[in-house]
């Protein structure tokens, strides 16, 4: 039996924010009060100013995807049923900070440099992951290059 | 120019390395111990300092838990997490020129293979997101790497396989490899995917192992019974902010290391003969050619095609095989390789010649740690 998929911590303080946002379809980040620096991850203090108090400011769940990894062995075994899978890390709008989040296309249509949006999925009645999926007008119509030697 | 000022190598051991089942870490670090002191001509009881590490992902190693089996009171004992063999070194030069000891063994011992220990875990700052995210073992943010690597500058898979292929080569030369099976290029691009656009050939080996190194001071260096290798020069660079970094994966940090480091020897990449780069995957070696220098940036691949870093290229890398074929010490059976290389002990796969070597390691993307080795110093 796979084993179940790992869950975040709700109860925590420093991220239960952002939690809570994603269940209602939106993304936000911690924004520092004293110098404005959003941070991604959240940390306990701003790497910039060490001031404790954060703002969650809502950023627009797009982005660009700047690069992805595609797992084909089970490294985890909890996300063995989604062999292949692919992490992107995504590049956010407008605060150019980058989260990682598995990613909704084939790998053939993964592309560097694509816009992609968060597609809010919920897990359970408390859990909403951000998912990440390329524009529709960004997919790629072209076939899949061959493994050897591409340059993509 | 390259001075002794900051130390030399007078001994080194090796334990076998793929499967030493039964042994603790400390016992095999021990082990590897008493093989340096033998090369050195040195009793334990001319040891004045200990720097041991503890084995990745684990409490052992600690010089507390080795001190017992050494059987020894050393003036100064210290204690490196995470297995580090380039920043060892560093602190043993550290220790003798502050004074602080004349004479400093360091050791490492790891049963990683044995132990079964796992590695697929987050790596990286943030584990919690990574892990939510499916982004366990370095080989994920290793594939994210090479995958922007390849979107911006157009490197092939095939060019990358050539790390994996040219240091097979090397470790066929080598008894102690763990992996000495030929493979060519067609057989690396054949393999399955394990983290795209990453294969099994681009991570490292899994072994149980020990390495030791004896250092001590160029005066003393002069009359001990093996070739000083000079420690000519170090550089160091953290990134510690981690994720807070924009450009985490691709580790420009690298750059700074390079350039510290060329600087205090007075010498460039032209001058080094060998060199060996921490290869816990591939795509950190791709890396490191390219910031320290032998190529330039985004010309790794085409650089690696062209077949430098293989035996008889100008730039051997990895001579011993490297993590990628021989062994998994966290860079050092690479230290304990470069010594025997720069005192031409390494028979079939020797570099003739070979008096300057490259010796650098990263601890994935929280910082590095690079030495100039040399035979030939001046004052």
Known sequence: MTPTKPLPDLNDPLTRPFWEAAREGRLVMPECTACGYVQWPPERMCPECQHRERRWREVPAKGTLWSYAVYHRALDPAFADDIPYAVGLVEIDGVGRKMYGLMLNDEADLKIGAPVHGVFVPVNDEVTFIRWRIDDEAQSTTPAPSAGGRAD | ?379
């Open chain 2, 1 to 379: 120019m390259l001075t002794g000022a900051r130390g030399a190598i007078v001994g080194v051991g090796a334990t076998e390395q793929g499967e030493i089942p039964g042994e603790s870490p400390e016992e095999i670090a021990v082990r590897a111990a008493v093989a340096a002191l033998a090369d050195a001509g040195l009793d334990k009881s001319a040891i004045d300092g200990l720097i041991t590490c503890k084995q990745a992902l684990s409490t052992h190693g600690t010089d507390e838990g080795i001190g017992p089996l050494l059987g020894i009171n050393p003036a100064f004992s210290t204690t490196l997490d995470y297995g580090m063999g380039a920043f060892s070194l560093h602190l043993a030069s550290m220790a003798i020129q502050a004074g602080l000891a004349t004479t400093v063994l360091l050791t490492y011992g790891t049963n990683a293979r044995s132990a079964r220990t796992s590695f697929a875990r987050p790596i990286g700052g943030s584990s919690d997101w990574l892990r939510l995210a499916g982004l366990v073992h370095v080989a994920g943010p290793a594939a994210m790497a090479i995958r922007r690597h390849m979107h911006l500058y157009g490197t092939t898979e095939e060019q990358l396989g050539w790390v994996s292929v040219s240091q097979r080569e090397w470790a066929q030369k080598n008894p102690l490899a763990v992996f000495r099976t030929p493979m060519t290029i067609d057989d690396y691009l054949a393999q399955p995917y394990f983290v795209a656009p990453l294969r099994r050939a681009d991570l490292t080996v899994i072994s149980d192992g020990g390495v030791a190194v004896v250092v001590t001071t160029a005066e003393r260096a002069a009359d001990l019974r093996k070739k000083p290798v000079y420690i000519a020069a170090m550089a160091q660079q953290s990134a510690i902010r981690n994720e807070q970094n924009p450009d985490k994966l691709m580790r420009p940090w690298l750059g700074e290391i390079a350039k510290r480091l060329y600087a205090s020897a007075g010498i460039g990449p032209d001058d080094i003969d060998i060199a060996y780069l921490q290869d816990g995957t591939s795509v950190w070696v791709l890396q490191m050619l390219e910031w320290y220098g032998f190529c330039g940036l985004g010309e790794g691949g085409p650089f690696l095609a062209e077949g430098h870093t293989r035996p008889g290229g100008r730039l051997p890398v990895n001579t011993h095989g490297g993590q990628l074929s021989e062994s998994y010490t966290h860079n050092w059976m690479h230290l304990y390789e470069a010594v025997r290389q720069l005192r031409g002990e390494c028979g079939e796969r020797q570099v003739p010649g070979a008096k300057v070597a490259l010796y650098a390691q990263t601890h994935d993307f929280w910082k590095g740690a690079a030495t100039l080795l040399s035979t030939e110093v001046e004052g």
